[in-house]
């Protein structure tokens, strides 16, 4: 109960943090139009205008995974920054416990993103919000949200050790889009990309989000799939987490200086 | 004796590397075999100039850094083995504007590091209360942090570092950029946190700071103690010194150096003090160079002229000047 206590109040805090910054709010209020308008034009130009909400859902995600990558990488160096990642580092806690809070309040910051996306959709290209299984899409947008906030720890580990982590975020931004087919279908991408999306959790929650959007599927086998891979990537994040603390520790990248 | 901190051949080295096409290894001693023993309830003060090992040494005993070499232990625990038992145990409060939620309010910060201190929840809201009472933010707990004052974020520094009890606090150069009045309301904290049996290791660049609120205090330069006592013990380091000091408008380089080199003279500094300057001359204490040095300043409007005996400042500068700065060894 204290655990949970403990990660509720850390994201409750980071969430409050995040949402106060004048950039994180400009980015908040124009990338998902970008994002929604990407969409639009992209499924317009093809020959599937009819599934334009699949494809604002699909940007939606895009979206969430941008918040999660960048805001893992981004709010640790933030931290850095700061001064506070040395202060975390420092209570007497295991270190996934302080860093998993600030994935998850990255991965709710994205929540945001993907309404965002799906408001601008309705606002400016009039794309209507006929879902099929509204119950599904309810769970499975915050079910995903939460595994891909769990699959950030993991990320968030190698941001611990490595101060320059915006180098490592701008090379996994736009695969990571791809190869789990949140805006172009896997079908039409070479096959040997399909082990590698199969084994990441945005593939399945985009799945899962996308099949309780359309009704092409059932939702609850992508969304188990989607979750059981983002559990495992908790555990090896949290043991990671570890011994990256001591290597930071050895070398002195806790602080800036 | 139970002791609170120790620490053996403590060193630490930081390597870095630069370049990519033809990279260089740099390795800095920072610390170099540090022995320390603090008392329980002891408050230490820890002495020295920029780049002196300081924060390196506390950042070692507090976990935040594992020693290239040595030990150390707090409170009877490894700092490197047993790290979880140390952070219970201890509070770290800095200097300077970082470190905390500025977006957030000082009750978000306070909450939050309560909870991950281990603060049971049902005394969460009376610590806190009570913290903020002792450092006088009370009333101001609902504000965000980014409109302190940097008085009012270092007294937040100090709550936070309170809020699980610590038997070892550590406060590194907590006074930085304070104002006076503010220091002196952050001295009569630590001396009443010392009172109730706080070990405090401190550092400081202000050496009335240190005399004032220090047990014990050891001077480190380049890495290494160079001495250790009662303030009243260092001084003995600027023993058969006395001291000239004379107040003076647009005394030059040149005429300082012209001092420093006179028969008798140990060293000599200028400090510039509002519109003014303050020439020190530090000088044996069989010879007076007072004549001399006026002739020196001849043509320079000159103020009062004391001599004093020698004060911890001039113990301290005296052991300082004696020491090499630590070593950087590059490599190809």
């Known amino acids: 109960m204290r655990l949970v206590r403990l990660v509720a109040r850390g994201t409750l805090l980071h969430v409050k943090q995040m949402s106060r910054s004048q950039f994180e709010i400009a980015t908040a209020l124009f990338v998902p139009l970008v994002q929604a308008t990407l969409a639009v034009y992209l499924f317009r130009a093809g020959s599937e205008p009819h599934r334009m909400l699949e494809a604002a859902v699909g940007a939606g995600m895009m979206a969430v995974w941008t918040s999660v990558l960048f805001g893992s990488g981004g709010a640790i160096q933030m931290q850095r920054w700061q001064g506070t990642l040395e202060m975390l580092m420092l209570s007497p806690r295991p270190p996934a416990l302080l860093i998993f809070p600030i994935t998850l309040a990255t991965a709710v ?19 209507p919000l006929d879902i099929a299984h509204p119950l599904a899409f309810v769970v499975s947008v915050p079910a995903a949200i939460l595994g891909l906030g769990m699959f950030g720890l993991l990320l968030a580990s190698t941001f611990v050790l490595v101060p320059n982590a915006n180098a490592v975020n701008n090379a996994l931004e736009y695969p990571v889009w791809l190869v789990s087919g949140m805006l172009v279908p896997i079908t039409v991408l070479p096959g040997w990309t399909g082990p590698i999306g199969a084994a990441l959790p945005t593939t399945w929650a985009a799945r899962a989000v996308r ?13 188990g799939i989607c979750l059981a891979i983002s559990a495992a990537c908790l555990v090896a994040g949290a043991a990671v987490m ?7 520790r050895a070398n002195a990248t806790l602080a800036l200086a | 004796m139970a002791l609170a901190i120790e620490a053996r051949a403590l060193r630490r080295t930081y390597r870095t590397r630069t370049g990519w096409l033809n990279p260089r ?6 610390v170099r075999g540090v ?7 002891e408050l230490f003060g820890l002495l020295g100039p920029n780049g002196a090992g300081k924060t390196t040494t506390i950042k070692l005993l507090n976990t935040l850094l594992i020693p290239t070499a040595g030990s150390a232990r707090v409170c009877g625990f490894d700092v490197v083995t047993q790290t979880r038992e140390v952070r219970r145990r201890i509070g770290y409060v800095f200097g300077g504007d970082r470190g905390l939620y500025d977006r957030l309010s000082a009750l978000d910060n306070l909450r939050y590091f309560a ?8 005394a969460q809201k009376r610590r806190i209360g009570e913290l903020l009472e002792l450092v006088g933010l009370t009333g101001r707990e609902r504000d965000r942090v980014e409109g302190y004052s940097r008085g009012m974020r270092q007294r937040l520094h100090i709550a936070r570092g309170l809020l699980h009890e610590p038997e070892v606090l550590f406060l590194d150069e907590p006074s930085i950029g304070v104002d006076p009045v503010a220091a002196r309301e952050l001295r009569s904290t630590v001396a009443g946190l010392a009172a109730t049996g706080t070990t405090v290791l401190l550092t400081t660049h ?25 303030a009243d013990e260092l001084k003995h380091y600027a023993q058969g010194r006395r001291v000239l000091e004379v107040e003076a408008f647009g005394v030059t380089d040149a005429q300082v150096q012209g001092i420093a080199a006179l028969p008798g003279v140990r060293a000599a500094g200028v400090e510039v003090i509002g519109a003014g300057q303050v020439l020190t001359v530090a000088s044996e204490a069989a010879v007076d160079v007072q004549s001399d040095v006026l002739r020196a300043l001849d043509g320079v409007r000159l103020g009062r002229v004391t001599a004093r005996q020698p004060t911890l400042e001039d113990a301290y500068v005296a052991i300082v000047n004696g020491v090499d700065r630590p070593s950087v060894a590059v490599a190809a």
């Open chain 1, 109 to 127: 910051t994205g929540t945001y993103a993907m309404v965002a996306t799906l408001l601008w959709g309705g606002l400016v290209y009039r794309i």
């Open chain 1, 211 to 223: 099949e309780s959007v359309t009704g092409a599927g059932p939702v609850w086998p992508s969304l």
């Open chain 1, 242 to 248: 570890s011994y990256v603390e001591r290597r930071a």
């Open chain 2, 25 to 30: 290894r740099v390795e800095i001693d920072a």
């Open chain 2, 35 to 41: 022995d320390l023993d603090v008392r329980r309830g």
């Open chain 2, 115 to 122: 909870e991950l201190y281990g603060v049971p929840a049902a």
């Open chain 2, 206 to 230: 202000y050496m009335a700071e240190a005399e004032e609120l220090c047990d014990r205090i050891a001077v480190i330069a380049g890495g290494e103690i160079q001495a250790l006592g009662t």
